[in-house]
T-cell receptor, first 111, second 117 residues
Framework: QKEVEQNSGPLSVPEGAIASLNCTYS??????FFWYRQYSGKSPELIMS????GDKEDGRFTAQLNKASQYVSLLIRDSQPSDSATYLC???????????FGGGTRLMVKP | GAVVSQHPSRVICKSGTSVKIECRSL??????MFWYRQFPKQSLMLMAT?????????EQGVEKDKFLINHASLTLSTLTVTSAHPEDSSFYIC?????????????FGDGTRLSIL
């Protein structure tokens, strides 16, 4: 079992819809969780961080964390074609200082 | 805030050349920086963890004598690809984390696209 798992996609949604991206992790003591967006040919950029159970909203993005289920998700409301990218889930374990990345989910938003 | 500068952005050179890539944290201090490699349409692969003032920690399968890492200060890490060959052609990306602790995210540089002819 991979430490951080994501469906590779592609996840295709129509413009204006809600895109839901999911991530599960195996280390129960993980404490910090991040979502990065990576456009093709570019480096990842941080879009959300979440540390406690529940929802965290930032503009059109909402991160959701459920530590009991070891599950973190990212919702993108009113999806735009410019949101088309690969979204990486990253998890920090309680010990050490290295993030563990999932393989990423490719999102395609169709006009 | 939290800007990481990586230079150069693109390198094209002949086989056998050594290439140095710099990674700087511009507005924060980073005890630890990370070097990744990404081949087309593939996931990020961590190559090594660069520690200020000490030796880098390399991931399994990464040759430490080929990929030399130096982390001379809290704001600068360098990766040197020695005697590069065409199979070393890839997208190299560095990242850094603020000293603030393990809850801090990693911030990425813009990457270096290396092409070995």
């Amino acid at each position: 079992q991979k430490e951080v798992e994501q469906n590779s996609g592609p996840l295709s949604v129509p413009e204006g819809a809600i895109a839901s991206l999911n991530c599960t992790y195996s280390d129960r003591v993980s404490q910090s969780f991040f979502w990065y967006r990576q456009y093709s040919g570019k480096s990842p950029e941080l879009i959300m961080s979440i540390y406690s159970n529940g929802d965290k909203e930032d503009g059109r993005f909402t991160a959701q964390l459920n530590k009991a289920s070891q599950y973190v998700s990212l919702l993108i409301r009113d999806s735009q074609p410019s949101d088309s990218a690969t979204y990486l889930c990253a998890v920090n374990r309680a010990a050490g200082n290295m993030l563990t990345f999932g393989g990423g989910t490719r999102l395609m938003v169709k006009p | 805030g939290a800007v990481v500068s990586q230079h150069p952005s693109r390198v094209i050179c002949k086989s056998g050349t050594s290439v140095k890539i710099e990674c700087r944290s511009l507005d924060f201090q980073a005890t630890t920086m990370f070097w990744y490699r990404q081949f087309p349409k593939q996931s990020l692969m961590l190559m090594a963890t660069s520690n200020e003032g000490s030796k880098a920690t390399y991931e399994q399968g990464v040759e430490k004598d080929k990929f030399l890492i130096n982390h001379a200060s809290l704001t600068l890490s360098t990766l040197t690809v020695t005697s590069a060959h065409p199979e070393d052609s890839s997208f190299y990306i560095c990242s850094a984390r603020d000293l603030g602790g393990y809850n801090q995210p990693q911030h990425f540089g813009d990457g270096t696209r290396l092409s070995i002819l």
